[in-house]
């Protein structure tokens, strides 16, 4: 007899549908699941056989064939495990199969026929609703997660025995929903800024990266704050919306690192250490997992001691900074990753820290210069936009008042957001660190001074082609901070003071209005 049940394969951050076909005939006792299954869907076969006795049914001595369809897709992990037991109790008459055809199943077994948690719920929710299911049969831990799709009906059940009561039509279950989305407070998560003395010039770029989505590099020797601030960054980010905290959730559940209740609520802040390879950075392996450029979506990547980071991993960053996502391939498996993350970076001047820092003397020679400068190519570098010299704060800041708090400046960061929302509506972007070179010429209306400043940076060869770029992106986020519907003068002559590039630039632009005030 046959029978058909419906689970998923994951797949990248992505699930995709999986039909197990069961059958038995007569011949020797024996069970075998085909269709490019992975080791750990092999073993299912034990797990299940186990589970189905334990649950007070009949396994049947015969020969069972269970075949994963579509045959060329890989399968992995224990998901269908329970699709797999349901499809032997429907194919052995022990229940019916009419609703087997119109519900997907998705959890892993225990030998008693418990329902784990499996990775990946959010990910086969979304793919179940999409494909028309009429329900998802997942275990009890998961159904709250699971729930925050809307539109589908979510069992969140214990055991083996419970679906196939379901099954029969002898249970009815009642539908899981979400916990329902509530989105960070306003004080934001983290320590404060208010913790910070001095560094004004730092806390301003913060401010900006923050409320422009821009990737932002802290240079300066140790010990001055570079770390404290970048762990500030958080804090005063914007408070993820729901379609945001659905991509974070589904990502972290994939990857095995989400298995609270519920949807994230907070940005990510991903720290990893600077021995990290450029797979464990970006992404790889056998079964193409998440690294942390992927972890750290719609958050904070934070690299410290970004000089001693490997060359191959910091290339490797080159794309997802680029493009938004990673595209990763291994053997027959192809994974697509949305890598939409605020790069901060801190790195001292030099090997030894203090190139300029005006307290201790440099004692680096020139190759050690060489070398620390050689560890970071320009292509990368000029992808970062705002670049701030973290400077040794003086004895009088150290003991003034605390600075301005966090929940101040995030408010000022939620309003800039607010109107780049409005003016980016319809289009891909969602902050103004996402234009692309047409969106950004049609966003960008720069006064005639503004224009003017630009064009005499770039005509006297101090900026890139991308630098430019960068330099207005920079700009029509300082304009949004200000409240200016228009790019002034003040706001480009801003964006080039925050980048090595743009300094040179401003220093090369010869203005008039400022000859003849100094005149």
Request: aromatic share 2%.
């Amino acid at each position: 007899m046959l029978a058909r049940a419906h689970s998923f394969a994951i797949e990248g951050v992505e699930a995709r549908r999986v039909c197990v076909e069961l059958d038995i005939r007569s011949g020797l006792p024996a069970f075998h699941i085909v269709g490019l299954p992975g080791t750990g869907v092999r073993e299912a076969r034990e797990r299940v056989r186990a589970a189905v006795l334990n649950s007070e049914f009949a396994f049947p001595r015969q020969r069972v064939t269970a075949n994963l369809a579509p045959a060329h897709l890989e399968k992995t992990g224990p998901g269908f495990d329970l699709a797999l037991a349901c499809a032997v109790l429907g194919a052995s008459g022990q229940v019916s199969t009419s609703r087997l055809e119109r519900i997907a199943l998705f959890a892993e077994l225990s030998l008693g026929g418990e329902l784990r948690p499996c990775r990946g719920v959010l990910a086969a929710a979304q793919a179940a609703e999409r494909a028309g299911f009429r329900g998802l049969v997942v275990a009890r831990a998961n159904a709250a997660e699971a729930g925050e799709v809307g539109g589908l009906p979510i069992a969140g059940l214990a055991n083996l025995g419970e679906v196939a009561e379901l099954l029969d039509g002898r249970r009815t279950a009642r539908a899981s929903r979400g916990s329902g989305f509530v989105a960070a407070g306003a004080s934001g998560g983290g320590p404060d800024l208010a913790d910070v003395r001095g560094q004004a010039a730092a806390i301003g770029a913060l401010r900006i990266a923050a409320a422009g989505g821009h990737h932002l590099l802290l240079n300066g020797p140790p010990g001055v704050g570079k770390t404290m601030l970048a762990r500030r960054l958080p804090s005063i980010l914007p408070p993820l919306r729901r379609s945001e905290a659905l991509e974070v959730t589904k990502i972290h559940n994939a990857a095995g690192e989400h298995a609270g209740v519920g949807l994230v609520r907070e940005r990510p802040f991903r720290a990893p250490h600077h021995t990290i390879s450029a797979v464990g950075l970006v992404g790889g392996g056998p079964l193409a997992m998440p690294g942390e450029a992927v972890l750290a979506h719609q958050g904070v990547l934070f690299l410290d001691e970004l000089s001693e980071f490997s060359k191959a991993a910091l290339e490797a960053l080159r794309q997802p900074l680029e493009g938004g996502e990673i595209v990763i391939v291994r053997r027959a498996r192809t994974a697509v990753y949305p890598t939409r993350f605020m790069l901060v970076a801190a790195m001292n001047p030099c090997p030894c820290g203090h190139l300029g820092g005006g307290q201790l003397p440099c004692r680096c020679t020139e190759p050690d210069l060489d070398r620390h400068r050689r560890k970071l190519s320009g292509p990368l570098m000029d992808r970062i936009e705002l670049v701030v010299r973290v400077l040794r704060p003086t004895t009088a800041e150290l003991s003034g008042p605390a600075g301005t708090s966090s929940a101040a400046i995030r408010g000022e960061v939620v309003e800039a957001r607010a109107r780049q929302t409005a003016r980016l509506r319809g289009t891909r972007a969602t902050c103004n660190g996402e234009l692309d070179a047409p969106l950004l010429r049609r966003v960008c209306e720069l006064d005639e001074r503004a224009e003017t400043v630009l064009r005499r940076a770039y005509e006297r060869g101090a900026l890139s082609v991308r630098g430019q770029a960068r330099t207005l992106r920079v700009a029509r986020t300082v304009a949004d901070v200000a409240g200016s519907r228009r790019v002034l003068a003040d706001h480009v002559e801003t964006a080039l003071g925050l980048h090595p590039e743009g300094a040179v630039a401003l220093r090369s632009v010869e203005d008039p209005r400022r000859r003849r005030e100094s005149a």
